[in-house]
């Protein structure tokens, strides 16, 4: 497993994201991320350390751009979370895929919530601009030009800070991963997820691969979050 791992598998392609994937199977993998990303991504902590202080320390609603992402279910997370803590923010979720895109529409209305089929380069386009700029599990899909673009959006986009929350490529990582996503049945949770732990960087390899004014930190053993601060 060591030596499966020593390298970064980046041309490796998980099934979710193929075209001819099967649709059934793909809707299921979007239910059961949600249980994936409260669970295992570490957001519960971001959540409060990042966007809950931010919140805090605003008059208005703190604005939150969520890039890729996916069937929805991080967005809402986030906004129900600060709901209950009377500290609202609004989410604004993009996915240039139009699979996710139209899975997350397909969800019940979520104040603070709205979903766009879009890429991040058409937001700088219009102007956009957002408090926070986050992802979760994105980093890993890109190749070195499209990470390269979207740190350079993240860092028009985000008028406070950019925060990027991927995994980190582990023997660890891979072998307990393996035995969570066991549960995980009728979607591509357990193969991709091993696959993307395959796809993923080591904190050195990311910190290499980021530009100026970027930061690797490690809020926990098996994620990583590459950080652009402005406040």
Request: charged share 25%.
């Amino acid at each position: 497993m060591g030596i499966l791992l020593r390298t970064r598998a980046a041309g490796a392609v998980e099934q979710m994201d193929r075209a001819d994937c099967d649709a059934r199977l793909l809707d299921n993998t979007y239910r059961q991320f949600w249980v994936i990303n409260r669970v295992l991504s570490g957001w519960r902590r971001l959540y409060r350390t990042e966007l809950r202080t931010a919140a805090a320390s605003q008059q208005r609603p703190l604005t939150v751009l969520d890039i890729g992402s996916g069937g929805g279910d991080l967005a809402v997370m986030l906004a129900r979370w600060a709901e209950r803590d009377g500290r609202p923010i609004h989410v604004t979720g993009i996915d240039p895929d139009p699979r996710a895109a139209a899975f997350a529409r397909r969800r019940p209305a979520i104040p603070g919530v709205d979903f766009r089929q879009a890429h991040s380069g058409d937001l700088v386009r219009e102007g956009a601009r957002f408090d926070v700029v986050i992802s979760n599990h994105v980093l890993h899909h890109l190749d070195r030009a499209e990470l390269r673009q979207l740190l350079s959006d993240s860092e028009i986009l985000a008028t406070r800070k950019a925060l990027h929350n991927d995994l980190i490529r582990s023997p660890a990582a891979f072998a307990l991963f393996s035995v969570a996503a066991l549960p995980f049945r009728k979607s591509y949770i357990r193969g991709d997820g091993l696959t993307s732990i395959r796809r993923s960087y080591t904190p050195a390899e990311l910190a290499a691969s980021a530009p100026p004014g970027w930061s690797v930190e490690r809020p926990s053993a098996f994620h990583q979050v590459l950080a652009c601060r402005k406040d």
